[in-house]
Each structure stands twice: as structure tokens, then as C-alpha cells.
T-cell receptor
Framework: DAKTTQPTSMDCAEGRAANLPCNHS???????VYWYRQIHSQGPQYIIH???NNETNEMASLIITEDRKSSTLILPHATLRDTAVYYC???????????FGTGTRLKVLA | DTGVSQDPRHKITKRGQNVTFRCDPI?????LYWYRQTLGQGPEFLTY????????KSRLLSDRFSAERPKGSFSTLEIQRTEQGDSAMYLC??????????FGPGTRLTVL
């Protein structure tokens, strides 16, 4: 199976950038990296995804290393509502199985 | 609301009973996924449907678990002879071919 590794928890001051790293060294060449977040007791919410190039949308930016073995999700100006568990996800090669891992619990501090 | 819906949102049952959950995906999404999430863990893949065909099942899906998507629209997940270890959040997600998954709110199962 593919595998993702993320720090268990991180704190970030409100208004500052939150940088959440993920290691996905087992990713295959044509698989995307997806980022979701989950606020307590809700279903995961899609944030952003990418293949090789850096990506940006209205929620976040995604930086993927050239070797594609790791990525960083950036929330440019974190707010209290960004407090959640953040997951990076990859698909196991040759399957339809998506691997979530344990995620990073981000706490945004006032 | 045109998002993924799940019913019921909460289910409490006694050990040994059968339970069935329903998922209604976003219209025209041909792909449907079920996941299970226990406390403090990320969602774990259970099974995948492409239209009405069940194309992949996890080893987590024991003989007591069965899922269907008879007309390629809604899906059901049934657990027979529930055990306390089945207590979890059951999540459904749907996507278009090549698209990202959108998740429903989940069904929280408590087995007493």
C-alpha cells in the first residue's frame, strides 16, 4: 500500500501562514496528492490537489517537491476556523484505494 | 443542497443486530466510495463502486459487511451481526471519473 506521513499536531498563530508537510515517498509517477481537512464530527472537506506543479486556489497553496516524495500545504492567513485535522492522501498504485493516514491536527491560536 | 447525503446520521444498535446505511451521491457522479473512521484515526477505505459495479473491496470488509449500488445511483452498506468493534463513523464519498471525492456527513454507529 501507499503511505503518507504527517506530523501529529501543529499550532499556528491567527493571521500567520500555516505550513503543513506530508511525506508520500511511495507515490507513483502518475498519482495525484490530495489534501482534505476534517472538522470534528463532519465529513472530510476537499482543499486542493496536485501532480507535479505547485497549485493555488482560493483556500490554499500546494507545494510539491521535484521528486514528488513530499508536499506542503500552505494556508496563507490562518483563521480560527481553520482549526481542523488535515490529511494528505494518495492512491495505492493499481488500485482504487485511497490512503488517508492519521493526519495533522492544526490548532490556530488567537 | 446537491452534496452527498447519508442516512441515518446516527445509529445506536445492540450487538448482534443488523444495520443498513444509505448514501446518495452527487447526481451524475459515477464513482462511489465507502470509508470507516474510528476515533483518532483517518478514514480507512472499505469499498469502491464504478456505476453499479463493485470493483474493489478492502480486507477490512469482512463477510459481515456487504455493499450494493443496484442502479448506479444510491448505495447501501449493511453490517450483519454487529460487534462492538464495528462502532465507528461510516463515510461515503462520490466523484466523477478523474475528479476529486466529495464526502457526505457520515453515519455514526454505536454498538452497545
Amino acid at each position: 500500500d501507499a503511505k503518507t506521513t504527517q506530523p501529529t499536531s501543529m499550532d499556528c498563530a491567527e493571521g500567520r501562514a500555516a505550513n503543513l508537510p506530508c511525506n508520500h515517498s511511495t507515490i507513483s509517477g502518475n498519482e495525484y496528492v490530495y489534501w482534505y481537512r476534517q472538522i470534528h464530527s463532519q465529513g472530510p472537506q476537499y482543499i486542493i490537489h496536485g501532480l507535479k506543479n505547485n497549485e493555488t486556489n482560493e483556500m490554499a497553496s500546494l507545494i510539491i517537491t521535484e521528486d514528488r516524495k513530499s508536499s506542503t500545504l500552505i494556508l496563507p492567513h490562518a483563521t480560527l476556523r481553520d482549526t481542523a485535522v488535515y490529511y494528505c492522501i494518495v492512491r495505492s498504485p493499481g488500485t482504487y484505494k485511497y490512503i488517508f493516514g492519521t493526519g495533522t491536527r492544526l490548532k490556530v491560536l488567537a | 443542497d446537491t452534496g452527498v447525503s447519508q442516512d441515518p446520521r446516527h445509529k445506536i444498535t445492540k450487538r448482534g443486530q443488523n444495520v443498513t446505511f444509505r448514501c446518495d451521491p452527487i447526481s451524475e457522479h459515477n464513482r462511489l466510495y465507502w470509508y470507516r473512521q474510528t476515533l483518532g484515526q483517518g478514514p480507512e477505505f472499505l469499498t469502491y463502486f464504478q456505476n453499479e459495479a463493485q470493483l474493489e473491496k478492502s480486507r477490512l470488509l469482512s463477510d459481515r459487511f456487504s455493499a450494493e449500488r443496484p442502479k448506479g445511483s444510491f448505495s447501501t452498506l449493511e453490517i450483519q451481526r454487529t460487534e462492538q468493534g464495528d462502532s465507528a463513523m461510516y463515510l461515503c464519498a462520490s466523484s466523477e471519473t478523474g475528479g476529486v471525492q466529495f464526502f457526505g456527513p457520515g453515519t455514526r454507529l454505536t454498538v452497545l
